[in-house]
């Protein structure tokens, strides 16, 4: 989990910064 967390973190960060939050919260979720 913690590895897979980092992975998505790192392109979800980059995508985040170009989107919102919310796809962040989706994935989370």
């Not at 590895?3 to 919260?25: A, F, G, Q, V, Y």
């Amino acid at each position: 989990m913690d590895s897979i967390s980092k992975n998505r973190r790192s392109w979800n960060m980059s995508r985040i910064r170009s989107k919102d939050t919310k796809p962040e919260l989706i994935v989370r979720s």
